[in-house]
């Protein structure tokens, strides 16, 4: 599949990393925030997950889409960035609404890849 568009006009709100990916309070952000964390994210930095996801978007192609009748959500798994270089596998979720170009990020989530 190809990668994912216009990610030159990305939406990655700071409240999205702050106060749900980066947030160890947030019950449905709480693991990702630990998970994060562990490879050295930090709230205090966020701008540099927020560029790490945009990074992961631009290498990665996109491994599935789902079209709904509000746009179209797209669905990315590989290496993420990490502060410590360790990079885990993870899948970013973007959103692009009907209508729009740019994309919007919508979560994380870590990835376990089999191994034999």
């Not at 749900?20 to 930090?42: D, P, T």
């Not at 945009?54 to 990490?82: C, K, M, S, V, W």
């Amino acid at each position: 599949m190809p990668r994912l568009s216009h990610l030159d006009q990305a939406v990655v709100p700071e409240a999205k990393i702050v106060s749900y990916l980066l947030s160890v309070r947030h019950s449905g952000g709480r693991a990702k925030a630990r998970f994060l964390e562990g490879f050295g994210f930090s709230a205090k930095d966020w701008r540099i997950l927020r560029d790490a996801l945009i990074a992961h978007a631009t290498a990665n192609d996109i491994a599935a889409l789902h079209q709904t009748r509000f746009g179209t959500r797209y669905e990315i798994d590989g290496p993420l960035p990490t502060p410590d270089g360790r990079n885990p596998v993870v899948r970013v979720v973007w959103f692009v609404e009907s209508q729009e170009t740019a994309p919007r990020l919508v979560t994380l989530v870590p990835r376990r890849i089999a191994t034999p």
